[in-house]
């Protein structure tokens, strides 16, 4: 596919839609404790989320949470640094 116009088009990944809608980024503290914060988990869910399409070659990503942005940045900084 290398050099082909029509199959070198962008993948776009719209995390932030599909993240905020699962049981895991949804549920709260009082319904499963084990899971821990609802505020902590959601960004992180969604973060983490961003890492593996990342690494299954998205290149560009919609994201919906500031924290889950920030993160997503500070990993995309790490993995392209030279040390």
Do not use: F, N
């Amino acid at each position: 596919l290398g050099g082909d116009k029509m199959w070198a088009m962008p993948i776009l990944c719209d995390i932030g839609k599909e993240v905020w809608k699962v049981k895991e980024t949804l549920v709260s503290e009082e319904e499963i404790p084990q899971w821990g914060e609802q505020k902590e988990r959601g960004p992180l869910w969604e973060a983490s989320t961003a890492y593996v399409y990342l690494l299954a070659g998205a290149d560009i990503l919609i994201m919906r949470h500031p924290q889950a942005v920030r993160e997503t940045k500070e990993y995309i900084s790490r993995m392209m640094s030279s040390e």
